[in-house]
């Protein structure tokens, strides 16, 4: 059952999006649940059991409880953890025959920080609203044994209807297992836990601390997946990255064709990079974003009728204590690559007023206020970069805002232009990202034709 706030403790309704950390976000009958860490930036955790926050716009939100009374006993007594880690919250798919009040899954992970003695478990559930039911552990690990951290679970379902749990952290990197649709279970393991490891997806070497966690699996359009992960400490130089690949199972390779199990090649390299710590010129410093998943809901009103947002979290660059929930949108170009919005979600704002998806590339004429991600270490700052239409003599239009050029080198770039917000000026403005040589651009134009309305 969904727990209250406890009857000694800070006041939940004040919380909003602050200290959700590792989010990820579901709709259900026209409310958006999200659910993330038990983390208070304020002090000591005031209990535990998966936080739970509900909204109408994906922007502001508000605190509802807790999904479960509490760190399950099992979970607790093999982890010693004190709360609960990066859910991960799926609806099970209508084909799969299952009990009406486990209709809904969620996995949870359970550890303490810097240790590989660790759990995943799976709770159900009727709908997000609950009441979630602990139905047991599915993946283990111990720190005294070689392997993948049990935490930061991932189920996807791929094309051929084959359940997968994507999972792993520090200590052995990112693996996959395949699941028993009917169960949520490892297949095979019937309805007990597993030790795993699975297939492996992506690693880094020991002299970066092994540091990739939070992946999150989604297709790709024409087919394929592409694989999110987070890269470095997850106090300052936390961003996100991304590989791609045919398989839920990869091997996921980045724009350079290096692959993610890499560990030969510079660490700082593999991988790209997709949205890092950043400022915008008379914004808050967002540092460390990351942990991402991605809600895919049907929009009309969108190119091919589809909306995909990027959920994370991010902290305040000026007290990274502080911790909250960021949407932003994800994009893909005609090649088939993710790319990440400069702007944060703005809910019903988003359609009011905003710019076109353009057609044409002289539309991108303008002032742009822009970041770039190359080997993201910290807070990267903006700089205003002016686009002129000789500039975009040869940029080639793909449709759904998105573009394509050849370099004089013969490589070539991909952008895609869309409708935003821009948080800073508080007015609907036209953005873009560009994926160019392996390195990612993004930009809001704040000079030009249709900057402003």
């Known amino acids: 059952m969904t727990a209250t706030a406890p009857a000694a403790g800070p006041d939940t309704s004040a919380w909003g999006g602050r200290h959700a950390h590792d989010p990820t976000a579901i709709r259900d009958d026209g409310t958006y649940w999200l659910f993330s860490t038990d983390a208070y930036g304020d002090g000591?955790?005031?209990?535990?059991?998966?936080?739970?926050?509900?909204?109408?716009?994906?922007?502001?939100?508000?605190?509802?409880?807790?999904?479960?009374?509490?760190?399950?006993?099992?979970?607790?007594?093999?982890?010693?953890?004190?709360?609960?880690?990066?859910?991960?919250?799926?609806?099970?798919?209508?084909?799969?025959a299952v009990p009406?009040?486990?209709?809904?899954?969620?996995?949870?992970?359970?550890?303490?920080?810097?240790?590989?003695?660790?759990?995943i478990g799976l709770a159900t559930a009727p709908r997000p609203a609950g009441p979630w039911r602990d139905r047991g552990l599915v993946v283990t690990s111990r720190h005294e044994t070689d392997g993948p951290n049990a935490i930061d679970a991932n189920a996807v379902v791929d094309a051929a209807g084959r359940h997968w749990l994507v999972y792993g952290s520090f200590f052995g990197g990112i693996h996959a297992l395949e699941l028993d649709p009917a169960t949520g279970f490892v297949a095979g393991a019937g309805t007990g836990p597993t030790a795993g490891p699975g297939t492996l997806l992506a690693v880094r070497p020991r002299s970066v601390d092994g540091a990739?966690?939070?992946?999150?699996?989604?297709?790709?359009?024409?087919?394929?997946?592409?694989?999110?992960v987070s890269y470095d400490s997850l106090f300052d130089s936390y961003h996100l990255r991304v590989g791609v690949g045919d398989r839920v199972t990869g091997p996921f390779r980045d724009a350079a064709?290096?692959?993610?199990?890499?560990?030969?090649?510079?660490?700082?390299?593999?991988?790209?990079?997709?949205?890092?710590?950043?400022?915008?010129?008379?914004?808050?410093?967002?540092?460390?974003?990351?942990h991402a998943s991605v809600l895919t809901e049907p929009a009309p009103g969108e190119p091919g009728g589809v909306r995909h947002l990027l959920v994370h979290h991010v902290r305040d660059a000026d007290d990274p204590t502080q911790h909250a929930v960021q949407v932003r949108r994800l994009v893909w170009t005609a090649d088939g690559w993710p790319l990440v919005s400069p702007q944060p979600w703005a809910g019903a704002r988003e359609d009011a007023g905003a710019a076109a998806w353009p057609a044409d590339g002289t539309a991108l004429a303008g002032t742009w206020e822009a970041v770039t991600f190359d080997r993201p270490s910290g807070l990267a700052s903006s700089a205003r970069r002016a686009v002129t239409a000789d500039r975009l003599r040869g940029v080639v239009a793909r449709g759904a805002g998105r573009f394509t050029w050849h370099r004089a080198d013969g490589s070539r770039a991909e952008a895609v232009a869309f409708p935003s917000w821009d948080a800073v000026r508080d007015r609907p403005a036209l953005s873009c990202a560009v994926l160019d040589r392996g390195v990612v651009t993004v930009a809001t134009r704040v000079e030009g034709a249709e900057h402003a309305r």
């Open 44 to 96: 000591p955790l005031p209990r535990g059991g998966v936080q739970v926050r509900r909204s109408t716009d994906l922007a502001t939100w508000e605190f509802h409880g807790w999904a479960l009374d509490g760190v399950p006993a099992a979970a607790a007594a093999w982890s010693g953890a004190e709360g609960l880690w990066a859910p991960d919250v799926v609806r099970v798919p209508d084909t799969v």
């Open 100 to 119: 009406g009040d486990a209709r809904w899954r969620m996995y949870y992970s359970a550890s303490t920080f810097g240790s590989r003695t660790s759990a």
């Open 212 to 228: 990739v966690e939070g992946a999150f699996v989604l297709p790709r359009p024409g087919g394929g997946y592409a694989l999110l």
């Open 257 to 290: 064709g290096r692959a993610l199990t890499d560990l030969e090649g510079d660490p700082a390299a593999v991988g790209t990079a997709v949205l890092g710590g950043h400022r915008l010129t008379g914004g808050p410093g967002l540092l460390a974003p990351g």
